[in-house]
């Protein structure tokens, strides 16, 4: 036995020796990663060259899969080194940390010390949050209180969704859809009976927008602060919900506990903006004034419900060739149920229209289609009758349908055509105006407006749009459906990418890397099992393209899916939508149920090759989910953070496997190339840039909506060819001006028509490229040219009303909220950037600013690792390339635009007819009732909120 003299020098020796250790593996794990990221530039340039080869020639194709490969065992060799290094250090500092505590205790004569409690600490480490209990790990991440729930549920949740670790953020959601925000004792339990450890509960908990910490009021409201919804005036309708409701500025929600108000990202409706979601319904071009009015329509379950379930909708009854023979014989009235659609009224037209066929015994299937592209019309109504020319109704009311049905349906039985008749009769009389109401929404394809709109566009993702029911799959099988997946089965892999890569189809994600070159990455990959994603996290504000057409063509996704994972050889796959699209998910959802029921997909089709098991995963609100490395870390349950690259997801991917990662537009277009051939798809486009792209065209211009446009077509031609230019003025009642700028029913000052100012292209991660340069064609390399980028496809037209420097500082924003916070150049990087924004617009800028904001955004560019930093500053690049004399106007207190509050004030002119509106509808009482007096605005009460500019009927009220 040895005596404790020999002891505390064995514990000293010890724990010098460990303590040795944990220095020389800490420093070695250091000077690797150091190294590892200094080769990272060079090594990144030399594959991108290769690239823009490959993309000219094939040939130097071998060299970039070496160098890939290459890059990737070298990247696999690091991270064995790495691992065999934490372990080394992990052990050794064990070793010092309890031969230590050994010698104390044999120094003091006391025991060992016990494991330090957690309690009274500030923000925990990793290694003590796994120490910790869960309650003061939530304490510690900023949770609310527990309070007692039923726990009987959160069991039904886990036995249902699973107990791995992947499972986390699905359990996570049907909590929250239970309780509407997730209670600590629910999260307690969920750490109790799963595998799920406390930390990454907690961690993805605060991690993901979604997720709310403590209890919501009787009603939550989501205020879009999308790009174009903050151009139309979001920031104005939150300050007036906030101010309105007296809800405090560290809460969001009343006192009364009524109404809790956040402000999301972007809701996906992006033609009606600005949109306001209340308890899922959603409304569109409201204003700060008339939000009020949404908000009391709220109250009314009744009215909600009928619009949400028009979303999801109705199906015909009885089978679908029943359904055919049907519609051949008595013809079928068609509208779009989309997302926009139903926001905009659709779905209430759909019930009348069944009402008043209904009334009249009428025989005709109302049936719901996708998005037809043209948003800015609906709800349109389109009549299909045999033998008949087809009939349309734009922008119609539930008021239309029975008008709309007596003109093109006879009443069955006599009785009814005789009251019908006397009814129609007594109409003409004293409803005649109603009825040429309905004159005035006719529209055909022929009309200039209509035809312009239409004619640029070449429809291959978005193929028969406007006519198929999206989860009909017979309907889908009619028109070509499954037959491109079919002919695979008489084909190679090899061949199969052979032909995407004849057709020169670039990923439509963003930075369009070359399809076929990845499929062969994850193909040639070991491993008997890989992955295949389709990434549906479509987070640039001001973007909406994949929702409509998930929304609307969810077999054709599919079918592109199928086909990408035969040809890699994949076996299972994740279909991951955000969570903001839940019409999108559904229908996704119901599609694939479909095809399994139908043994075309899934066990029921092995012996057809289709043995592929897919399953839709809904995001929970983080933008930085749209980088695939990122997705990944989502779908495997964690926070969604980046990791350096190589190794690229081809080859280790989900839980690392082989995993292929594409958008939703590139598998939508797969079918079309497959059924009409990679040169019917290469004949379209740029020499670089093949086939077309779907772009979300929104913003201030006439004609917004989803449009597919083949790649060459210039920035100009979508804008005033085919968007309409810019958008006329409107009164409060929403009338048009004529081009003299007056309203025959009112008496309204003349006001010129804002001119085109710029386009906004790319979300967070592209530019803003200005009307001088609205002849740049639209394809990869000539929007990098001018510091844009395709980016998703999102398309914000801007016009002179818009300030430039308020759009960096919008981005900026965004993307700072949205970092994920793993590179230091990016989350501080990002901030900086964004204070001296912040000081512009608020008239405190200094003379070096602009010269500090073009320095630190190139940093950011340089020093982040992923490409959603390595992007985030481009808004601010260009913003301030191109349209310089507004920064240095705020330099000087201008803001020439009039958006910036803290640089402008509202004055009444001579014009004022003292009609009293702007008073009566100041929310600030900043304006004193003087009726036929010219009215005088308070400076120091005004909000700016531009109620009074757009209620004075004289345009007597200007921004000065």
Known sequence: MIGKGTAKMVALLLALSAGVVVVATTGFMTADVIAARRRVPSEKAHVDSLIEKVRLSPEPAEQLHAACDRLTDESLLRESRQGNLAWALAIAAGVFVAASKCHVALRDGGVPLPRSLCAGRGRLSPVETSACSYEQQLMAAGGAEGEDIDLSTVDAVIEREGGGSASAIPILHAIQMQYRYLPETALQRVCERTEIPAAQLAGVASFYSQFRRSPVGEHLVKVCHGTACHVAGAPRITDELRRGLGIAPEDDTDPTRTFTVEQVACLGCC?????????????????????????????????????????????????????????????EIRIGLGSCCVANGSGDVHDALEAALASIGATAIVKRVGCIGMCHQTPLVEINLPGRMTARYARTTPEHARTIIGRHFKPAGLARRVTTTIGNTVGHLFDGAARQLVENHVIELRDPPVAAFLGRQKHIATEHYGCIDPTDLDEYLRHDGFKALDRCRDMAPDDVIQRICDSGLRGRGGAGFPTAEKWTR???????????????????????????????????????????????????????????????????????????????????????????????????????????????????????????????????????????????????????ILRNGPEAFAELGTAS???????????????????????????????????????????????????????????????????????????????????????????????????????????????????????????????????CGGCTTCRIGTRRLLDILERLCAGEGRRDDLAKLDELARSVKKGSLCGLGKTAPNPVLTTLRYFREEYEAHLEGRCPAGQCKALIRYEVTDTCSGCTLCAQHCPADAIAMTPYE???????????????????????????
């Open 522 to 672: 994850v193909r040639r990959a070991e491993g008997e099992r890989k992955t295949i994603i389709c990434n549906g996290d479509e987070g640039d504000p001001g973007a909406f393209m994949d929702r409509m057409l998930m929304e609307s063509y969810p077999y054709r996704i599919i079918e592109g899916v199928a086909i990408a994972a035969y040809a890699v050889g994949a076996t299972e796959g994740y279909l991951y939508i955000r969570r903001e699209y839940p019409l999108a998910a559904e229908r996704i959802r119901e599609a694939l149920q479909e095809c399994e029921d139908r043994d075309l997909l899934g066990m029921g089709a092995a012996d057809r090759g289709n043995c592929l098991k897919l399953k839709v995963i809904e995001g929970a609100g983080a933008f930085v989910c749209g980088e695939e490395t990122a997705l990944i870390a989502s779908i495997e349950g964690q926070r969604g953070m980046p990791r350096l690259r190589p190794p690229y997801p081809a080859q280790k991917g989900l839980w690392g496997r082989p995993t292929l990662v594409n958008n939703v537009e590139t598998y939508a277009v797969i079918p079309w």
């Open 689 to 819: 840039s093949k086939g077309t792209k779907v772009f979300a065209l929104a913003g201030k211009v006439r004609r917004g909506g989803l449009i597919e446009v083949p790649m060459g077509v210039t920035i100009r031609e979508i804008v005033e060819d085919i968007g309409g230019g810019i958008k006329e003025e409107k009164d409060e009642g929403g009338r048009m001006k004529d081009e003299g700028g007056s309203i025959k029913e009112s008496l309204v000052a003349r006001r010129r028509t804002p001119r085109f100012k710029a386009v906004q292209i790319g979300g967070p991660s592209g530019g803003c490229v200005p009307a001088e340069l609205a002849d740049t064609v639209v394809d990869y390399e000539a929007l990098a040219d001018v510091g844009a980028m395709m980016g998703s496809g999102g398309l914000v037209v801007l016009d002179e009303t818009d300030c430039m420097v308020d759009i960096a500082r919008f981005f900026l924003t965004f993307t700072q909220g949205q970092s």
């Open 271 to 331: 033609t009606l903006a600005p949109v306001v979601q209340i308890d899922d319904v959603t409304h569109g071009h409201l204003r700060s004034d008339t939000v009020w009015d949404a908000l009391s329509a709220a109250r009314n379950p009744k009215t909600n419900g009928r619009r949400q379930s028009a979303a999801s909708g109705p199906r015909a009854p009885g089978s679908a060739l029943a359904r055919m023979d049907e519609q051949a014989e008595v013809g």
């Open 934 to 960: 010219k009215h005088e605005i308070d400076d120091e009460k005004c909000t700016r909120c531009d109620t009074c500019r757009v209620k004075c009927p004289e345009g007597a009220i200007v921004v000065v």
